[in-house]
Structures are given as structure tokens and as C-alpha cells.
């Protein structure tokens, strides 16, 4: 993953799920490091936005969950990455979700994760898959909102 990677403030509210008024505070209150490109743009860093969240995430309200289906796609960012000889735990969030995945170490070194990577957590009863985006194609995120 390349280590300039950056993220618009509209890509950083819909990862966490919330508002890019949200960010936008978040970031004058200086909670959030972003920086301004030479077109005035704001952005924040993958590293400092998968710190972010990790942080975000442990303070986070638990939400209480009337229906679900067995199958669920949670977009976010990958925080934290362990591996020892064998095996990963990956750990991604998903707006106020935190989801860790474990896997061989294989796998996780065949898609190289890392901290500060778009990765999707793909949960089908008890196993979380991690799905990354085609490399080949810019995805745009959206907000809701």
C-alpha cells in the first residue's frame, strides 16, 4: 500500500458513518489530522485515519440491533494487522464497528494487508472474509447523506 495514500473528507465520513460536517469539525478541532492540498483541498492520511477510527471505535455506543440478515457487508478501513507464523487477525472499522478477522498468515501477506487499507468485512455466520476493491479501478466513495 503506498504510504502517501489520502483520503477526501466525504471518503472519511462515509467510512466511519458519519456526517462530512462531522469530519469537518472533527478536523478544525484538530481530533482529526488533515491536511490542505495546493488546491485547498483537505485531506487525511491513511495512517493517521486508521488511528482515528481504532480510537473512534473502542469509545463507540453499541447500537441495538433489532433484525439482521446472515449475510452482511461491512466497507472500512483496516486498523490494526497481528501475524505470527501461522496466523492474522485483522481488525477493520466499519463506521462505529469494530470487525477482526482471522485467517492464515498466508493470506493475509498474499493481499497484503495493512493499516490504512480500504477493505470490505464480509460476515456469513461465523467467518468474517475480507474483500479488498479492484485495483485497476478507482472506487469513489459516496456519502450517505
Not at 477526501?8 to 484538530?30: F, K, M, N, Y
Not at 488533515?34 to 473512534?56: D, M, P, S
Amino acid at each position: 500500500m503506498p504510504k502517501d495514500r489520502t483520503f477526501r473528507l466525504g471518503e472519511v465520513a462515509t467510512l466511519l458513518g458519519v456526517s462530512s460536517d462531522t469530519v469537518r469539525r472533527w478536523a478544525d478541532a484538530g481530533r482529526l489530522a488533515a491536511r490542505r492540498t495546493k488546491r485547498g483541498e483537505r485531506r487525511v492520511g491513511a495512517a493517521a485515519l486508521a488511528r482515528f477510527a481504532a480510537e473512534l471505535g473502542s469509545t463507540a455506543e453499541p447500537s441495538t440491533v433489532v433484525r439482521q440478515s446472515a449475510r452482511n457487508r461491512f466497507p472500512g478501513i483496516i486498523t490494526r494487522v497481528t501475524k505470527d507464523r501461522v496466523a492474522a487477525q485483522v481488525e477493520i472499522q466499519a463506521g462505529p464497528h469494530r470487525l477482526v478477522s482471522l485467517m492464515t498468515r498466508e493470506a493475509a501477506d498474499e493481499l497484503g494487508l495493512a493499516p490504512g487499507q480500504l477493505a470490505s468485512a464480509v460476515v456469513k455466520a461465523t467467518n468474517v472474509v475480507i474483500e479488498l476493491p479492484e485495483p485497476a479501478r478507482r472506487t469513489r466513495l459516496r456519502s450517505a447523506g
